[in-house]
C-alpha cells in the first residue's frame, strides 16, 4: 500500500465551527507532513512530525493544531479559521526525518479543499 | 535563504510539441526531485536526481541535474493533453532548513488536443 489518504476531500465550515482534517498511511514511514497550498501555488510547510512528535512548526497560528496518534495517523484540528485560511491542505509522509541518508522523497495525499465562510 | 526560480511560471502549447522546465539557484544541492500536480489531486514524485550531470529519462520526460548541483531541467518530448499539470522541483536543503524540501514556485503547463 503505498498510499496517503485525506479525508474529507471538501469542507466547508464557519468561522466559529472546529472541525478536523485527518490523514492516513501504511507505508511504515515515520515522518509525515502538514502543508497548506494556495491555487496556483506551491505547497507551503505547516508542520513536520518525526516517530510521532512534533519537529517542526513553521511558525503556523494556533488556531491550527496538529495531532499524531499513532504512527499511521496525523490530524489537522481547525477552530476560529479566518476565510483566508481557504486552501488546499496536504498530508505528506516519508520515511523519516530529515531523512539523513535519503533523499526525503514525500508522498502526498489528495488534500482536503478547505472553504472558511 | 537560498533562492529558487523555476520558470517558466506558465506555458500553454499544442498536443506534440516539446517543453523545457528550469530550476535554478545560486545554492549547491544534495539533490533535487521533481513533482507533478494534476487538478484535484496531491503532487506525485515523478524523478530524484542526485548526482551532478545526470539524467534521467521517465517515458517522454528527461530530467537533468546541472554539473554544479545548481540547476535542473525537466524535458518533455511530444507533450500530450494529460501531461497538463503543475510541476514542482523541490531541492533538498541543508543548513538549518535541513530536510525540508523548498519548492520551486512551479510551472503550470496546459497541453491542449
Known amino acids: 500500500d503505498t498510499e496517503v489518504t485525506q479525508t474529507p476531500k471538501h469542507l466547508v465550515m464557519g468561522m466559529t465551527n472546529k472541525k478536523s482534517l485527518k490523514c492516513e498511511q501504511h507505508m511504515g514511514h515515520r515522518a509525515m507532513y502538514w502543508y497548506k497550498q494556495k491555487a496556483k501555488k506551491p505547497p507551503e510547510l505547516m508542520f513536520v512530525?518525526?516517530?510521532?512528535?512534533?519537529?517542526i512548526n513553521e511558525s503556523v497560528p494556533s488556531r491550527f493544531s496538529p495531532e499524531c496518534p499513532n504512527s499511521s495517523l496525523l490530524n489537522l484540528h481547525l477552530h476560529a479559521l479566518q476565510p483566508e485560511d481557504s486552501a488546499l491542505y496536504l498530508c505528506a509522509s516519508s520515511h523519516s526525518w530529515p531523512g539523513t541518508g535519503s533523499h526525503n522523497e514525500q508522498f502526498f495525499g489528495p488534500g482536503t479543499r478547505l472553504t472558511v465562510l | 535563504t537560498q533562492l529558487l526560480e523555476q520558470s517558466p511560471q506558465f506555458l500553454s502549447i499544442q498536443e506534440g510539441e516539446n517543453l523545457t522546465v528550469y530550476c535554478n539557484s545560486s545554492s549547491v544541492f544534495s539533490s533535487l526531485q521533481w513533482y507533478r500536480q494534476e487538478p484535484g489531486e496531491g503532487p506525485v514524485l515523478l524523478v530524484t536526481?542526485?548526482?551532478?550531470?545526470e539524467v534521467k529519462k521517465l517515458k517522454r520526460l528527461t530530467f537533468q541535474f546541472g554539473d554544479a548541483r545548481k540547476d535542473s531541467s525537466l524535458h518533455i518530448t511530444a507533450a500530450q493533453p494529460g501531461d497538463t499539470g503543475l510541476y514542482l522541483c523541490a531541492p533538498k536543503v541543508g543548513g538549518t532548513s535541513y530536510g525540508k524540501l523548498t519548492f520551486g514556485q512551479g510551472t503550470i503547463l496546459t497541453v491542449h488536443p
Open positions: 536526481v542526485v548526482t551532478g550531470g
Open positions: 512530525y518525526s516517530y510521532e512528535k512534533l519537529s
